[in-house]
């Protein structure tokens, strides 16, 4: 709605100067920023260097700003993909075949487990807890004794052991049996109708940003934690990561099988 992508020319010292004189000119007195760790970071340092109020509000679907459950469009990214799943799980129970599923998540798995939780799939290849190619080897090894009818795999963009492509291409060199085929979802996710969880979550940390701008609060990032509204300060919102629910994994091992 906005049509706002990153600029090269805020990254300069000239360049936010540029924009502090447009603010100045439209008599704009403070800032709400929308967006994720760069957002974030050029909020601290537009605040730092121009002493303006900016208030941030995470909006990336990777979830992985710190200060926050959930950011916008996350919610909305994981529905898109589970969505695409249910359609290639249909294909892959009629031709036993092993899906690798390719979502986004360059330095943080966040979509790529919660997809999973929520499609059945039997694994998941995340940034930051890396399974080996023996180990999921192995793993699918046990579900076949089992008679597992379909496999889906979903491997995180950023997955240390490779892409879905390559990691596709390992399982096949350990064995030979394995008919692999392979999905990658790709910028599908970062577009469509917001979902419900979307929608509510933007409105109640707008409403809450903007409550917070006339209360005086200045250099944070509103967010939600364990349901309730919460501000954290720019610094840490730019230098911590929010990392994943260990428990999401555990439950996610159970119902593999």
Same mark, same amino acid.
């Given at each position: ?5 990153? $600029? ?5 010292? /000239?360049?936010?100067? @540029? ?10 007195? %403070? ?9 974030? !970071? +050029?909020? @601290? ?13 995470? +909006? ?32 892959? !129970? $009629?031709?036993? =075949?092993?899906? #690798? ?22 694994? *998941? #290849? ?10 999921? &080897?192995? &793993?699918?090894?046990? #579900? ?12 995180? /963009? ?5 892409? %879905? ?6 399982? /096949? ?5 394995? /008919? ?9 996710? =970062? +577009? ?48 911590? =990561?929010? +990392? ?5 994994? =555990?439950?996610?091992?159970?119902? $593999? *099988?």
């Amino acid at each position: 709605m906005l049509k706002s992508s990153r $600029s090269k020319e805020f990254r300069t010292q /000239e360049g936010r100067m @540029k924009a502090f004189e447009v603010l100045k000119k439209h008599e704009i007195d %403070a800032l709400i920023v929308i967006g994720g760790d760069g957002s974030m !970071s +050029g909020a @601290k340092i537009f605040q730092e260097e121009h002493n303006i109020p900016v208030i941030g509000i995470p +909006g990336t679907i990777d979830n992985d700003i710190f200060g926050t459950d959930y950011t916008i469009g996350f919610d909305t990214a994981v529905n898109v993909a589970v969505d695409c799943i249910d359609k290639i799980r249909d294909t892959a !129970s $009629s031709h036993d =075949r092993l899906f #690798l599923v390719e979502v986004m998540g360059r330095d943080t798995g966040h979509i790529a487990l919660r997809t999973a939780l929520a499609s059945g799939a039997v694994a *998941v #290849l995340v940034p930051e807890g890396p399974m080996s190619i023996k180990e999921l &080897h192995e &793993h699918l090894a046990y #579900l076949k004794s089992k008679n597992k009818s379909s496999n889906i795999i979903i491997v995180a /963009e950023g997955n240390p052991t490779g892409n %879905a492509f390559e990691v596709a291409a390992q399982l /096949e060199a350990l064995h030979s049996s394995y /008919e692999t085929r392979v999905s990658v979802i790709g910028h599908i996710q =970062r +577009g469509g109708t917001p979902s419900a969880a979307d929608r509510v979550l933007a409105a109640e940390l707008g409403t809450y940003a903007v409550e917070s701008l006339i209360e005086g609060a200045k250099g944070v990032m509103v967010g939600v934690i364990d349901r309730k509204m919460t501000r954290t300060r720019l610094e840490d919102a730019v230098n911590q =990561r929010n +990392g994943l629910n260990e428990e999401l994994f =555990r439950i996610s091992d159970y119902l $593999s *099988v």
